[in-house]
């Protein structure tokens, strides 16, 4: 069986070396299409500028940290009337363009820091196979969006716990504002 897709990669990643120990997998992969899209004004270009490699935390694997190492293209962008001059291929869904995690490992992180309203989500994500640290764990959670209202009918686990940390965040905003405030006056 195809390796990516047992590791539910992107369609067109390619793996091409898999170092294992007995608590963690690296993955060097790299995309196959071609050709991107500028970010900017969605033109097509296969002129490659240059190259780098990534270094991104993924969702664990059979208990294994698993720690994927893309190699990213950068390609001139051809539209002579665009600004970005070069552009660096984009993996949408997966990661986001700064982060040091894909977006399933972020979810993986939110859901625990949920479900353990923090205490303790460290142990949990050592014993499931993720690094983090609980900084991490809790800007994870602080990332997360606000609940509209109107969209709660019924307050599962979650849910509670997404509202106590929406709260939270909400009255240290407001802390922080009351102190600059104190300290301009
Ligand atoms: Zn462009």
Redesign the pocket.
């Known amino acids: 069986m195809d390796a990516t897709l047992l590791l539910a990669l992107p369609e067109g990643m390619l793996i091409e070396e898999v170092q294992a120990t007995e608590t963690s997998l690296s993955l060097t992969v790299r995309a196959t299409h071609p050709t991107s899209c500028?970010?900017?004004?969605?033109?097509v270009?296969s002129s490659i500028h240059s190259h780098y490699q990534r270094t991104l935390g993924d969702a664990s694997c059979a208990g294994r940290q698993v720690q994927l190492r893309p190699t990213v293209r950068r390609f001139y962008?051809?539209?002579l009337i665009?600004?970005?001059?070069v552009?660096t291929e984009r993996m949408p869904r997966f990661v986001e363009p700064w982060a040091r995690m894909t977006i399933r490992l972020s979810e993986h992180l939110q859901a625990i820091g949920l479900a353990t309203s923090g205490r303790g989500g460290m142990k949990l994500a050592v014993r499931l196979g993720i690094q983090s640290t609980r900084q991490t764990l809790l800007r994870r959670i602080m990332a997360l969006p606000d609940l509209p209202e109107e969209s709660v009918l019924y307050v599962g686990i979650d849910d509670f716990s997404r509202l106590v940390w929406s709260a939270l965040r909400h009255d240290l905003g407001e802390s922080r504002n009351a102190s600059y405030r104190g300290s301009a006056a």
């Open positions: 500028c970010p900017l004004c969605s033109g270009s962008c051809r539209n665009c600004e970005r001059k552009f």
